[in-house]
């Protein structure tokens, strides 16, 4: 079984920052692309920031220049630095890998999702 648990969310000041991480668990193989999605109260999942696993990275523009997304390999971990939080920031947080399971027979890749931890950008 492969898990992916998130953990960093909370309640913020605008202009404060957060970290948020997910590490990856269980039987794995290799771990292709992870990345952060959130989703807001009526609105569809989006996409924040992604990252391949040679470190190339992808961010949504409203992102863009706060927000910094990075990972460990040997922890299987990826991390989402939130910097000069906005109140539109504000949605729940899913940490989504692209990861090979280390089980005998398996000839491809899956999606993962992690619970999704909640972020609260508010005065």
């Known amino acids: 079984q492969v898990q992916l648990v998130e953990s960093g969310g909370g309640l913020v000041q605008p202009g404060g920052s957060l970290r948020l991480s997910c590490a990856a668990s269980?039987?794995?193989?290799?771990?292709?692309?992870m990345g952060w999605y959130r989703q807001a109260p009526g609105k569809q999942r989006e996409l924040v920031a992604a990252i391949t696993s040679g470190s190339d990275t992808n961010y949504a523009d409203s992102v863009k220049g706060r927000f910094t997304i990075s990972r460990d390999n040997a922890k299987n971990t990826v991390y989402l630095q939130m910097n000069s939080l906005k109140p539109e920031d504000t949605a729940v947080y899913y940490c989504n890998a692209d990861i090979w399971p280390a089980v005998a027979g398996t000839s491809r890749s899956y999606d993962y999702w992690g619970q999704g931890t909640q972020v609260t950008v508010s005065s």
């Open positions: 269980g039987s794995i193989f290799t771990i292709n692309a």
